[in-house]
């Protein structure tokens, strides 16, 4: 049985500081790319970045770029993200999310998740 299981989040002040976390089980984690996504009120869900099976970032997107890095820790099978400077527009229900048929094609890798977690909010007030 496959999961995904997202914690550390909660209510922070704007220039404060987490890390979420994402405990897997159930798959192969070591062969999987995974991804952050996230979810503001009343907007599409967005891809905060990438991380490949090996463990290179990929596709931050612009807005956290410089605050926030993913990383992964194969043997604890548990994927990261650890957010800085937070913004109240980091406000949003953040998900893990995996794709073990990810790969590279030439310079592309080609990410579309089929395991997600149900989500942690993260809320930062000004």
């Known amino acids: 049985q496959v999961q995904l299981v997202e914690s550390g989040g909660g209510s922070v002040q704007a220039g404060e500081s987490l890390k979420l976390s994402c405990e897997t089980s159930g798959f192969i984690f070591g062969s999987c790319g995974m991804g952050w996504y996230r979810q503001a009120p009343g907007k599409e869900r967005e891809l905060v970045g990438i991380?490949?099976?090996?463990?290179?970032?990929?596709r931050y997107t612009e807005s956290v770029r410089g605050r926030f890095t993913i990383s992964r820790d194969n043997a604890k099978n548990t994927l990261y993200l650890q957010m800085s400077s937070l913004q109240t527009e980091d406000t949003a229900v953040y998900y893990c999310?995996?794709?073990?048929?990810?790969?590279?094609?030439?310079?592309?890798?080609?990410?579309?998740?089929?395991?997600w977690g149900q989500g942690t909010q993260v809320t930062v007030s000004s």
């Open positions: 991380i490949t099976n090996l463990g290179s970032t990929l």
């Open positions: 999310a995996a794709d073990c048929a990810a790969y590279w094609r030439f310079d592309a890798y080609y990410f579309s998740p089929k395991y």
